[in-house]
């Protein structure tokens, strides 16, 4: 069954924790959308059981090939014995990986830059137009043999956002906070930055004070605070709740008592001590 819809209705999070829940596998096709419904140029991934396993801009499965010469990490001449030596339904990767033409980190160089940068620039876009076709066959030459959940690529894509002139509007306000998403939240490997700001904003502190106690501009904290809202591991606290939850932290205050009460009190204790004597 073919899913399609766009990501003003249902997220790229959300899509991509769907793909990793029900273990999909095919090619999820995903256009961004600009003035009058535009579309951008396409992007393609494909998934294994959930597991992302590639990503490109073209259909001829050529691209890791390109990226490949444009590193210089395969020689031109060397290019044509090695894909005809490559074993059908064998990712191109892991082949150059058997035949020691690449290292593994290498490797792991070069998913990045296959899946990051295409997530990175969908996840800046107003609106994405997406179709996932089940069972699709598999580009073996843009494969590089590493994997990677599917839940696991919003949030590193959202860190390598370095112009978020399209999502300013959508920052956190800093006299906000945040609280911790309820529910089935999804499992993210969280930065040093991401968990101390995640801690600060459980103690009911807004995201101004947050920054200050970080000692960190306050519009990386948005940034930080953006990214955990996006992915669904927190939820944005407007100021009116902040204020109560704080409120409701603070001891009572004591009893106030009048001076009249106190007036009479030591009228009645002077009476009882001439009394008693």
Same mark, same amino acid.
């Given at each position: 069954?073919?899913?399609?819809?766009?990501?003003?209705?249902?997220?790229?999070?959300?899509?991509?924790?769907?793909?990793?829940?029900?273990?999909?596998?095919?090619?999820?096709?995903?256009?961004?959308?600009?003035?009058?419904?535009?579309?951008?140029?396409?992007?393609?991934?494909?998934?294994?059981?959930?597991?992302? =396993? +590639?990503?490109? $801009?073209? @259909?001829?499965?050529?691209?890791? &090939?390109?990226?490949? !010469?444009?590193? #210089? *990490?395969?020689? /031109?001449?060397?290019?044509?014995?090695?894909?005809?030596?490559?074993?059908?339904? =064998? +990712?191109?990767? $892991?082949? @150059?990986?058997?035949?020691?033409? &690449?290292?593994?980190? !290498?490797?792991? #160089? *070069?998913?990045? /830059?296959?899946?990051?940068?295409?997530?990175?620039?969908?996840?800046?876009?107003?609106?994405?137009?997406?179709?996932?076709?089940?069972?699709?066959?598999?580009?073996?030459?843009?494969?590089?043999?590493?994997?990677?959940?599917?839940?696991?690529?919003?949030?590193?894509?959202?860190?390598?956002?370095?112009?978020?002139?399209?999502?300013?509007?959508?920052?956190?306000?800093?006299?906000?906070?945040?609280?911790?998403?309820?529910?089935?939240?999804?499992?993210?490997?969280?930065?040093?930055?991401?968990?101390?700001?995640?801690?600060?904003?459980?103690?009911?502190?807004?995201?101004?004070?947050?920054?200050?106690?970080?000692?960190?501009?306050?519009?990386?904290?948005?940034?930080?605070?953006?990214?955990?809202?996006?992915?669904?591991?927190?939820?944005?606290?407007?100021?009116?709740?902040?204020?109560?939850?704080?409120?409701?932290?603070?001891?009572?205050?004591?009893?106030?008592?009048?001076?009249?009460?106190?007036?009479?009190?030591?009228?009645?204790?002077?009476?009882?001590?001439?009394?008693?004597?």
């Amino acid at each position: 069954m073919l899913l399609q819809g766009r990501t003003s209705e249902f997220s790229l999070p959300e899509l991509f924790k769907f793909l990793n829940d029900s273990q999909q596998t095919g090619r999820l096709s995903l256009k961004a959308l600009s003035g009058r419904d535009l579309e951008g140029s396409p992007h393609y991934l494909w998934f294994e059981e959930g597991n992302l =396993v +590639a990503a490109s $801009q073209r @259909l001829d499965g050529m691209g890791l &090939l390109q990226l490949l !010469q444009r590193r #210089s *990490l395969l020689q /031109s001449s060397l290019l044509p014995r090695l894909l005809r030596q490559c074993p059908p339904k =064998v +990712a191109l990767g $892991q082949f @150059l990986l058997e035949r020691s033409v &690449l290292t593994a980190r !290498q490797l792991q #160089s *070069l998913f990045a /830059s296959q899946t990051l940068q295409n997530t990175c620039t969908l996840l800046q876009a107003s609106d994405v137009r997406f179709a996932f076709y089940p069972a699709y066959p598999f580009p073996y030459w843009e494969m590089t043999g590493v994997k990677i959940r599917a839940t696991d690529i919003a949030l590193p894509s959202l860190r390598m956002i370095k112009i978020w002139d399209a999502l300013t509007e959508k920052l956190p306000r800093l006299d906000s906070g945040l609280t911790p998403a309820r529910g089935q939240v999804p499992h993210y490997r969280l930065n040093s930055k991401e968990k101390w700001v995640l801690r600060l904003a459980a103690a009911n502190h807004s995201l101004t004070e947050i920054a200050a106690a970080m000692k960190l501009p306050e519009r990386d904290v948005q940034k930080i605070g953006f990214c955990l809202i996006f992915v669904g591991v927190a939820n944005e606290l407007p100021l009116i709740h902040l204020a109560k939850a704080d409120k409701q932290t603070q001891p009572p205050a004591p009893a106030q008592v009048s001076p009249a009460f106190l007036g009479k009190l030591s009228h009645y204790l002077q009476q009882k001590s001439t009394y008693l004597r």
